[in-house]
């Protein structure tokens, strides 16, 4: 959720931090402004809609200097225009802002009282003005910009850039993460490793409450208390997450197409192949011991988390509740002592996941957290994380980051299992092969791309989907119909294949495609009852299942999609992918921006 660029350079900056912002474009957003001081003139273009139109504008009207401050908007307050666009000034002071700022209407009127006029619809210009009050009372800069963090209440990432002082961008972060990037002669600030890498390894990531003040020869960081903190400098491994899209038309398309790969990677840092047992890595509780398991989560990682729900009940034994984390955050979950939690986030800065696990934390819990960025703030905040290796995922709608997801979580299941002694050493080296054979079944799954598309092209030409699934093909079924909503904006809802007779049965006609995730498992002829169900009133069913499901479901249908034969426990793996698929390639019949679809981020990072 939009992205945050400062440097304090040698050279001319704008271009810098408009590459800099392409970056960060995964955040999304829908508007975009770069600010830049040169020989004591502050000044800046700003644009509507992507960066190519950013880009435009300085191509048109080029902007000098060395130090100079940027950001991708993705609108809260006010309308997307070029308007309330950032950076936004005030008298002598520049600020760009991720986050929200809840008493921002206590703070404008009572500027406004003062004479104050503003020009934008944001919150984020209440603190350009309260920062430019302060200088106008006689603060210095620095002074200036304290006072007025001290006011601001919310989740806020800031960088604040002065006329008359053109070696110093001040930060702050209260929530939104915000990093600091150390160079030779040359400082930066940025919303993540990925938008420094092509400046720097060296980075130093703020704590929430941190505010930093960054010049040329180096950087001073300090608490809301006023005192300097020290805080680790560490190398980042931004430099290897520079991504292209390969020879694929999306980044989405990759992300699916690396999913093999990614999968071994992850499943191999968990489970030892070649004795068939999981790897004895450190966990910061005994799932021996403990009673429940707490899951939170948001979005796919939710219902990664719901599956995870599946399996550690019915191979390990072990209770679990299982919330969306902005539910969970709020009912006040009594959590007993000899309970542990459990977060999952691709980005490990979700505001509500992270506000959740503040919330275990005071209930005295051990806190684990399954991520795929290491440096996050969820993973520094947890006892102990469970990285994904899924590398940078840079489409909006995740796809690799789930199938990892999984497979940790398929890995935890295995110890759980066996520190519960609910599986026998046979039935470990059992579930470890079976695993291990995941990656060659996805790159099985993922040939069957062209006839998905088929299917596309079908779904292409309707307004509204279900999808219906069993078991653990129940949060699949809420994943396909989230995937394609998400991207083509086709109206899609997942239900319990079971749930059919108790209402979405209405909706059955002629026009209603009805996707079906079967795999032949042990409930197979249950869903096939369902789908029957679906035939007799005209639904237009199309089968996601295997050769034998292919063979048994006994009906007509649409289209049927066969994957492999794979195991039980492995197939919520394999079948994300057509689900996957079926999306992507309706929305790109359809013509939508697929890696950053209308009105979605990547990173939720504010409530």
Request: charged content about 25%; glycine content about 8%; hydrophobic content about 40%.
């Amino acid at each position: 959720m939009c992205g945050i660029v400062g440097i304090v350079g040698q050279t001319p900056v704008a271009p810098l931090i408009v590459d800099a912002l392409k970056r960060l474009e995964y955040r999304g957003y829908d508007s975009a402004g770069v600010a830049t001081l040169d020989l004591g003139k502050l000044d800046r273009r700003r644009a509507e809609g992507k960066l190519v139109n950013l880009e435009k504008r300085l191509g048109e009207e080029p902007l000098g200097g060395t130090i100079g401050i940027g950001h991708t908007r993705w609108a809260t307050h006010g309308v997307p225009n070029e308007t309330n666009a950032h950076p936004h000034f005030a008298q002598d002071v520049a600020v760009v802002h991720n986050g929200i700022i809840e008493n921002f209407a206590e703070l404008r009127d009572e500027l406004k009282a003062d004479g104050v006029a503003f020009s934008s619809q944001t919150d984020t210009e209440v603190i350009a003005h309260l920062v430019a009050s302060g200088l106008k009372n006689g603060d210095a800069p620095q002074a200036a910009a304290f006072a007025a963090l001290k006011r601001l209440r919310g989740a806020f990432a800031l960088a604040i850039m002065f006329r008359g002082d053109e070696d110093m961008i001040i930060g702050a972060r209260n929530g939104p993460p915000l990093a600091v990037g150390h160079g030779e002669g040359e400082m930066y600030l940025g919303s993540d490793a990925i938008a420094l890498a092509p400046f720097t390894n060296a980075i130093t990531y703020l704590e929430d409450g941190d505010w930093v003040v960054v010049r040329r020869g180096g950087v001073e960081i300090f608490g809301m208390d006023g005192q300097p903190v020290e805080r680790a400098r560490q190398q980042s491994v931004g430099t290897s997450l520079l991504v292209d899209k390969g020879n694929h038309r999306h980044f989405m398309e990759k992300e699916i197409h690396e999913q093999p790969e990614v999968i071994s990677h992850t499943l191999a840092h968990y489970l030892n192949f070649a004795e068939g047992t999981v790897a004895d890595f450190d966990l910061p509780f005994d799932f021996g011991k403990i009673e429940r398991l707490a899951i939170s989560a948001c979005g796919t990682a939710y219902l990664a988390g719901l599956i995870g729900k599946y399996w550690l009940e019915r191979y390990a034994r072990l209770p679990v509740d299982i919330d969306i984390a902005s539910e969970f955050r709020y009912r006040e979950m009594p959590l007993p002592k000899n309970s542990a939690a459990l977060f999952i986030s691709q980005s490990g800065e979700t505001a509500d996941t992270l506000a959740s696990l503040r919330y275990c934390r005071g209930e005295g819990v051990p806190i684990s957290a399954i991520v795929n960025v290491r440096e996050s703030t969820i993973a520094r905040e947890s006892d102990g994380i469970f990285p994904t290796l899924a590398g940078p995922e840079i489409g909006v709608a995740s796809t690799k980051a789930f199938t990892c997801q999984l497979s940790v979580l398929a890995a935890l299941t295995l110890r759980a299992a066996k520190a519960r002694g609910t599986i026998s050493a046979e039935e470990e080296q059992s579930l470890v092969r079976q695993l291990s054979e995941a990656p060659r079944f996805a790159s099985q799954a993922l040939k069957l791309s062209s006839g998905i598309e088929k299917v596309a092209r079908e779904l292409s030409h309707v307004r509204h989907v279900l999808y219906l699934g069993r078991d653990t093909n129940y949060p699949l079924a809420l994943e396909g119909a989230l995937k394609l909503k998400e991207i083509s904006y086709i109206h899609a809802e997942g239900y319990a294949a079971g749930e059919l007779k108790h209402g979405p049965i209405a909706l059955i006609d002629e026009q209603m495609p009805v996707i079906v995730i079967a795999p032949h498992d042990r409930i197979f002829e249950k869903t096939v009852s369902n789908m029957q169900e679906v035939a007799a009133r005209g639904g237009r069913i199309i089968l996601i299942t295997d050769e034998k499901g292919a063979k048994n479901a006994t009906l007509d249908t649409l289209e049927t999609v066969v994957l492999p034969d794979v195991p039980e426990f492995v197939a919520p793996i394999i079948y994300a992918l057509p689900v996957q698929m079926l999306a992507y390639h309706t929305a790109v019949i359809m013509g939508t921006d697929v890696d950053q679809p209308r009105n979605l981020a990547k990173s939720v990072t504010v409530e």
